[in-house]
């Protein structure tokens, strides 16, 4: 079965950027779409992108305009840049197929803290 693999987290600065990497462990090209998610503490996990093998992207209202997903099935990766970091991404960030019959066991997912 697929296992994932989330990293790229930190601790930025307000205004700052980081790229986020998920490495699968088999092929991803019929998991479509892919997302990411985070869940930051006391909230439920809520999903802030999803990418199409077409390419076609989707976004959530709160990460518009600073986040960009992206995927390479050829290495069963997928990717989130996140600019204009806010205190509000604070968060434990996932990725997984976005339709429940998709799902991949979680992985450990990675921790983004934006704090000055």
Request: aromatic share 10%; net charge positive.
């Amino acid at each position: 079965q697929v296992q994932l693999v989330e990293s790229g987290g930190g601790l930025v600065q307000p205004g700052g950027s980081l790229r986020l990497s998920c490495a699968a462990s088999g092929s991803i090209f019929s998991i479509n779409p892919m997302g990411w998610y985070r869940q930051a503490p006391g909230k439920q996990r809520e999903l802030v992108a999803r990418v199409y093998s077409s390419g076609g992207v989707n976004y959530a209202d709160s990460v518009k305009g600073r986040f960009t997903i992206s995927r390479d099935n050829a290495k069963n990766t997928v990717y989130l840049q996140m600019n204009s970091l806010k205190a509000e991404d604070t968060a434990v960030y996932y990725c997984n197929g976005v339709f429940p019959a998709h799902y991949v066991p979680w992985g450990q997912g990675t921790q983004v803290t934006v704090s000055s």
